[in-house]
C-alpha cells in the first residue's frame, strides 16, 4: 500500500501487506503493526477513511473487517472454503491518501459483530495458588503461539481479577525468598506482556498492579542477580520544568514513562519472528503522546510561560538545559500528530520567537549542551518541513537586526573551524545542515528561497568564506 500527500504527491509510505502481518484497528481511526525494523502506524482524521484502508487490508489478507481481531482467526479457513479461493490471494494494493478522506467511504461500523458471529470464550485458567505455578506456566505456553488462544486467554486474564491475583501471588513469592516460584512468575508475567492485549495493558500498568507486574521481571532465571527495574523507577524524579494546570496531562506522562521504560528496557527484545508482538503497546504509547502534545499545545499558560523563561536573559544554566529539553521533547512528541497538526504547531512554536530563543543561546553562552540541543531543534523542524522554520528565521531578520540567526550560526561555524580537528565539537554539523538548508525552495511557491544577501550580514559572511 502506498499513501501519497494529497497536495505536493510526496510519497509519505510504502508497505507491502503480508498475510502473517498483524494488523490491528485501534480506536477507530489508527490502523498499527510492526515489520522488520519498525512499529508503524496510520492515524486518520475521519473514522471512515480508517475504516476504508482498514477494509482493503482486511480483503487483501482474505479477512472480514467485520469481526473483531479476536474472531478474525476463527473464520479465516471457513471463509476461504466458502468462497472457493486461497485466502492470501493478491500481496498489494495501492491506495491515495486523502488526508483521512476515502473515495468511496465504508459504511462498516468495526465495532458490530455481524449477526452469526459466535463471542470468544475466556479459557479456564488454573487456581492462582503457589503450588499451581507450574500448571499456570504451561497453560499459558501452550496459549501463546496461536491468536485466538492468545485472545481467550487474554479475555481470562481480565475475568475475576486473575491479573490482580497473580501480583498478589508474586508479592507472596517475594516476601518467601520462593526463588523457583518467582522465576515462573518471571515467565508468566512476560506471557502477559506479549499477549499484546490493550485490556491486559490496562491492567498491568494500573496503580495497584503495575510495581508487581515489572518487578516479577527482575527475576529472569537465565541471570545470576535480579534486575532492578522498580528501584530505577522510584528513583526517576520527574521535574516539573513549567507548571502543568491539567492533572489528565500530568498523569499521561507518568503513564508514558512507564509504558516507554517497560517497552525499552524490562521486556526482553522480540525476535525476528516476535516483531508484532508488542504493537499494542506501541500503540498505547502513540496515542499517549498525541494526547500530551495536543493538550500542552492548547494551553496558552503553558507555551507562554515557556517561552517567557526561554527569554529571561537572567536564566541560570540549569534552568535553561531544562527548558530546551522540556522544548525538545514536545517537538519530539510532536512526530505523533497528523501532518497538519503538526505543521500548525511548529508554526506555532516559531510565533511564539522560537528563533530569537534559540539564536540567543547559541550566540551568547557557552555551553555545547545547550548549543546541541538548540541545534536538534532546529534540525528536527527543518527535516520535517524546511519552510516552517525558514520563514521564521526570515522574520526574526526583519524584527531583531543585531541578532540574526543565520549571522550567529556563521559564526559558530567559523569558530569550529579554528578549533582544529581534534577540538571540534558536534556543532560542526552546522555546515551540513545549513547548506542544505540554503538550497531547499518552497514547493508550489513563486517565491524565491531567501539569498544570502537577505538573511546574512557582510561580515558575517565573510569570516565564513574566509575560513
Known amino acids: 500500500m502506498a499513501f501519497r500527500f494529497s497536495v505536493l504527491g510526496n510519497l509519505l509510505l510504502q508497505s507491502k501487506i503480508f498475510q502473517e502481518t498483524d494488523y490491528q484497528l485501534q480506536q477507530g481511526t489508527l490502523i498499527v503493526w510492526a515489520e522488520s525494523d519498525a512499529d508503524l502506524a496510520l492515524s486518520f482524521q475521519q473514522k471512515n477513511g480508517c475504516l476504508d484502508v482498514w477494509t482493503k487490508i482486511c480483503n487483501v489478507q482474505g479477512k472480514d473487517p467485520t469481526l473483531p481481531p479476536t474472531a478474525l482467526e476463527d473464520v479465516e479457513m471457513s471463509q476461504a472454503a466458502a468462497e472457493g479461493g486461497d485466502p492470501a490471494a493478491g500481496d498489494q494494493f495501492t491506495a491515495g491518501a486523502t488526508g483521512g478522506e476515502p473515495v468511496n467511504p465504508s459504511p462498516i461500523e468495526f465495532e458490530e459483530i455481524p449477526e452469526g458471529a459466535v463471542p470468544l470464550e475466556p479459557l479456564d485458567l488454573p487456581p492462582c495458588e503457589r503450588g499451581k505455578l507450574d500448571e499456570i506456566v504451561e497453560t499459558f505456553s501452550l496459549c501463546m503461539p496461536a491468536l485466538v488462544q492468545r485472545e481467550r486467554l487474554a479475555l481470562g486474564v481480565e475475568k475475576d481479577d486473575y491479573a490482580r491475583k497473580l501480583a498478589d501471588l508474586f508479592r507472596m513469592c517475594e516476601d518467601l525468598e520462593d526463588e523457583p516460584g518467582l522465576h515462573r512468575m518471571y515467565e508468566i508475567f512476560k506471557m502477559l506482556f506479549l499477549l499484546n492485549s490493550a485490556a491486559v495493558y490496562e491492567i498491568l500498568f494500573s496503580d495497584d ?29 520527574f521535574r516539573e520544568v513549567v507548571s502543568i494546570s491539567k492533572p489528565e496531562v500530568l498523569g499521561k506522562i507518568h503513564q508514558t514513562y512507564r509504558y516507554q521504560y517497560v517497552h525499552d528496557v524490562v521486556l526482553p527484545t522480540p525476535t525476528v519472528f516476535e516483531e508484532n508482538v508488542l504493537s499494542a503497546l506501541t500503540g498505547l504509547i502513540f496515542f499517549n503522546k498525541t494526547e500530551i502534545v495536543s493538550q500542552l499545545q492548547e494551553d496558552d499558560g503553558f507555551m507562554t510561560s515557556l517561552f517567557d523563561q526561554l527569554g529571561d536573559r537572567t536564566i541560570s544554566t540549569d534552568k535553561a538545559r531544562d527548558l530546551l529539553f522540556l522544548l525538545k521533547d514536545l517537538c519530539t512528541y510532536s512526530q505523533a500528530l497528523k501532518i497538519p497538526d503538526r505543521i500548525t504547531f511548529l508554526k506555532n512554536v516559531c510565533a511564539k520567537g522560537l528563533v530569537t530563543r534559540l539564536g540567543y543561546f547559541l550566540g551568547q553562552w557557552s555551553d555545547t549542551e545547550i548549543e546541541l540541543i538548540c541545534l536538534d531543534i532546529i534540525s528536527q523542524i527543518a527535516e520535517f518541513n524546511a519552510t516552517v522554520i525558514r520563514d521564521a528565521v526570515v522574520t526574526d531578520s526583519t524584527v531583531n537586526e543585531d541578532e540574526i540567526f543565520f549571522d550567529i550560526v556563521i559564526v559558530k561555524m567559523a569558530e569550529q573551524q579554528e578549533l582544529g580537528e581534534n577540538k571540534r565539537s558536534g556543532l560542526g554539523v552546522y555546515l551540513t545542515w545549513e547548506m542544505r538548508f540554503k538550497t531547499f525552495s518552497y514547493p508550489n511557491s513563486r517565491r524565491a528561497a531567501p539569498t544570502s544577501s537577505t538573511i546574512f550580514r557582510e561580515d558575517a559572511t565573510e569570516t565564513a568564506t574566509t575560513q
Open 209 to 237: 498492579v503495575v510495581d508487581y507486574a515489572v518487578g516479577a521481571l527482575e527475576y529472569d532465571p537465565g541471570k545470576k542477580e535480579p534486575a532492578r527495574h522498580r528501584e530505577y523507577l522510584k528513583k526517576a524524579t
